[in-house]
């Protein structure tokens, strides 16, 4: 490596840069609204009118605060949404606390696991070292939330609602990461000097349900149904459970309802089913299971979920060509090609492989707009409040579904049996930081 920036090298960037007049008046545009402001294509607006002829009905958004809990936030949505529309009740909202909490008691467990299955590996192999660089957050996928509810059943917002801490984790997690750190170095010393850990886990274990109570309230055993609906009519019951209120008064069967995710990487094959190494949050809990497809397939299998009135959990990159404030969505949104005549574009599969894309974030399609039985356009709850885009609720155009959207949750019953087929192989087994994480 002895190629170096000199002084012939800047002269010739200068000659370069002053031959285009235009570049004058560029640079103090970019300088003065920046990057963004510059670049953004006002065309975006008018072409996300956010109107469309399939529509399932919902109510207000939640806000997750600053917490990365959009994953649990949405697979809630599509649960309360059928309990609004069943019992008629617009804007009930369950509790995501309460699950948080159970959330970050379980992943706890799971981490304690796997360190005690590696506790024979160094600690610079790269398995561990990511354990160990990553051993809790309130990150995580709509599999987790399947597990949690299925075993912890859901209770209604009032009945554990939000704190200081669970609406803004970073001082949670930070405090949490640092014992199980060393919580995790010790279990390895045991194994290494042969002396039995379960005990000590359990001891461990029972210093963060601790944490856990403090900081996101104890967690209800039962508690009083009292609920009134739109018109009135209470929905009531003196005394019940969360599983019992989850079997009584949902239909839904989180059973039915399996991750389709589209990675056009070289690396993976469409048709076969993947699961990724140490990513779960129960122990015995169901591993989260993806079926590799052709983008237009998650497109085509959302819309026959939305046409069965049904909200579609999906994943996507949602800081890539997106305006937060007012809700868009736009493939196109940020010309920064054109303003700087350079070339960014590269495909699907290369931005995963490259780090330049990533599964960031978990919302809810909620509509869809068709012109000749093609999207055009996509009807999108966020979890951010109802002070961002109408009311809380983005505007997607297709573009920006082919680039940024890797996974939806669809019920079994839209897939082709040759789908369902293939979801049933045995999955291959992803390493813990692959691009789909």
Known sequence: ?????????????????????????????????????????????????????????????????????????????????????????????????????????????????????????????????????????????????????????????????????????????????????????????????????????????????????????????????????????????????????????????????ISVMNSPQTTKKFNQPYTIDTQGNIVGGEAEKFLNLPIERLKELSIKQLKGNETVWFGNDVGNQSERQKGLLFGDLYQYDQLFGIDTKMSKGDALDTGNASVSHAMVFTGVNLINDKPNRWKVENSWGERVGEKGYFTMDDQWFDENVYEVVINKKYLTEEERNAFAQDPIVLPAWDAME
């Open 1 to 257: 490596m002895t190629k170096e920036i000199n002084k012939a090298s800047l002269a010739d960037f200068h000659e370069k840069l002053n031959h285009d007049e235009s570049n004058n008046v560029l640079k103090n545009a970019v300088a003065q609204v920046g990057i963004y402001k510059a670049a953004q294509n006002i065309a975006a607006k008018s072409k996300l009118n956010p109107a469309f002829n399939i529509e399932v009905p919902t109510g207000k958004v939640t806000d997750q605060k600053r917490s990365g809990r959009c994953w649990l936030f949405s697979t809630l949505t599509n649960l309360r949404t059928e309990f609004a529309t069943k019992y008629n009740v617009k804007d009930f909202e369950l509790s995501e606390n309460y699950l948080s909490f159970y959330d970050r008691l379980e992943k706890a467990n799971y981490f304690f696991q796997n360190i005690i299955q590696t506790a024979d590996m160094p600690l610079s192999d790269r398995k561990v070292n990511f354990l160990f660089a990553h051993p809790s957050g309130d990150g995580g996928q709509w599999q987790y939330g399947a597990n949690l509810i299925k075993k912890y059943g859901v209770v209604p917002s009032y009945a554990m609602p939000e704190t200081v801490v669970s609406e803004s984790t970073s001082e949670f997690n930070a405090t949490l990461n640092n014992l199980l750190r060393k919580d995790g170095m010790e279990i390895r010393q045991m194994i290494k000097d042969s002396q039995p850990t379960e005990d000590r886990v359990q001891e461990m274990l029972s210093d963060i349900y601790r944490i856990c109570v403090y900081s996101f309230g104890q967690p209800p055993v039962d508690f009083e149904l009292s609920i009134k609906d739109d018109n009135g009519k209470m929905i009531e019951q003196a005394s019940i459970t969360p599983k019992d209120f989850l079997q009584n008064y949902f239909t839904i069967n989180l059973d039915d309802y």
